[in-house]
């Protein structure tokens, strides 16, 4: 009895989902030229997703910079230009001797999520962090297919869904 009174009650809430579809809204894209041949993977599976989700190619701005490190930087400024409806974060970290790969990888990731927190403009997480080149190239487009296209899609999404929800809860005017 308890789960049929969950599920009718699932059944009459409020669902706001975002619609996978670019039509309408602009993208940032943040690369890293560090491991630049992968990257520019990343790049080409997300600009082909947007282009397959109708995004105008006029509303979509590359920003390229040094490294993975730099990227949170960037995402941040463009975000908060008040241009962009999502930035997809895209870049290669990958695992060497030292610890210096957990600390990068920490930091980026901490630096995109607290751009996306403080500006309310979405982030999509397309930096790969793996232990290995092969791991890299797998997720770059070939086995694992490409985290670029999944990050576009996902921005794509969330700014539907940042939109379904401003129309739906309003920030109130201060």
Not at 20 to 48: E, I, P, W
Request: hydrophobic content about 50%; some cysteine.
């Amino acid at each position: 009895m308890k789960a049929a009174k969950t599920a009718t009650a699932a059944k009459r809430a409020r669902r706001t989902v975002g619609a996978l579809s670019a039509r309408g809204f602009g993208f940032a894209l943040v690369v890293s030229r560090f491991n630049q041949y992968l990257t520019q993977q990343l790049q080409a599976g997300a600009l082909d997703a947007l282009q397959r989700l109708g995004a105008d190619p006029k509303r979509i701005e590359v920003v390229e910079v040094p490294g993975a490190f730099e990227i949170p930087a960037a995402a941040r400024q463009l975000a908060a230009s008040g241009k962009f409806d999502a930035v997809i974060c895209l870049g290669l970290i990958l695992r060497g001797e030292t610890p210096h790969f957990d600390a990068i990888s920490r930091e980026v990731a901490r630096g995109v999520g607290q751009s996306a927190l403080e500006t309310g403009v979405p982030h999509a997480f397309g930096v790969l962090t793996c232990d290995t080149l092969e791991q890299a190239v797998q997720r770059a487009g070939l086995k694992f297919g490409n985290k670029g296209w999944d990050a576009a899609m996902a921005a794509a999404e969330m700014a539907h869904l940042f939109a379904a929800l401003q129309r739906a809860f309003p920030t109130p005017q201060a």
